[in-house]
Antibody, heavy 120, light 107 residues
Framework: EVQLVESGGGLVQPGRSLKLSCVAS????????MNWIRQAPGKGLEWVAY????????YYAETVKGRFTISRDNAKNTLYLQMTSLRSEDTALYYC?????????????WGQGVMVTVSS | DIHMTQNPVSLSAFIGDKVTITCRAS??????LGWYQQKQGQSPKFLMY???NLLSGVPSRFSGSGSGTEYSLTITGIQPEDAATYFC?????????FGSGTKLEIK
């Protein structure tokens, strides 16, 4: 069974940093691209970042480019999102999601999400 | 960036009704469109890819169609468990973008 478990969220002051993790199980992590997607309270879905299976290709939403860094450790089956210079508008539930197939932009499995609240 | 316009924002239906949700892309996305269902308090669930291909296990009452910039999700014979918010998503190009969602209420 595919499982994605996020952690690392919490309350953080504006301008500070936070690092999210997503531990994957139930599939060969190193074979799949991975994504972070967020959802502000009561709002829609916003794709944040993508990393290919071997970390060769990385893409970001313009809203986070230069502030967030996606990375992965295939030996640990773990995806990361380093968030810096956090803003109130980054407050959201952050989901880790698997890309459906090689070069696919669909998301076939999602974690339960981890909440990030940016507030003073 | 490709902007996805989804309509309606919300709708209400009786059990057994047929409903259609539309999604319009700001440019041709060549059917690179997916649909997701998000029930209250849950993570989104992947329903459909390439505009009309159902994932295994998704009930056949769900169907999708469209091409170019215009796409739709139809649910024929609404069931109580279909109460959810539905999102479309384009994967034609990065940044990947979602529609704003359609909340389906069952009367």
């Amino acid at each position: 069974e595919v499982q994605l478990v996020e952690s690392g969220g919490g309350l953080v002051q504006p301008g500070r940093s936070l690092k999210l993790s997503c531990v994957a199980s139930g599939f060969t992590f190193s074979n799949y691209g991975m994504n972070w997607i967020r959802q502000a309270p009561g709002k829609g879905l916003e794709w944040v970042a993508y990393i290919s299976s071997g970390s060769s290709y990385i893409y970001y939403a313009e809203t986070v480019k230069g502030r967030f860094t996606i990375s992965r450790d295939n030996a640990k089956n773990t995806l990361y999102l380093q968030m810096t210079s956090l803003r109130s508008e980054d407050t959201a539930l952050y989901y880790c999601a698997r890309s459906a197939a090689t070069d696919s932009g669909y998301f076939d499995y999602w974690g339960q999400g981890v909440m990030v609240t940016v507030s003073s | 960036d490709i902007h996805m316009t989804q309509n309606p924002v919300s709708l209400s239906a009786f059990i057994g009704d047929k409903v259609t949700i539309t999604c319009r892309a700001s440019q041709d996305i060549s059917r690179y469109l997916g649909w997701y269902q998000q029930k209250q308090g849950q993570s989104p669930k992947f329903l459909m890819y390439y505009a009309s291909n159902l994932l295994s296990g998704v009930p056949s009452r769900f169907s999708g169609s469209g091409s170019g910039t215009e796409y739709s999700l139809t649910i024929t014979g609404i069931q109580p468990e279909d109460a959810a918010t539905y999102f479309c998503q384009q994967c034609y190009s990065y940044p990947l973008t979602f529609g704003s969602g359609t909340k389906l209420e069952i009367k």
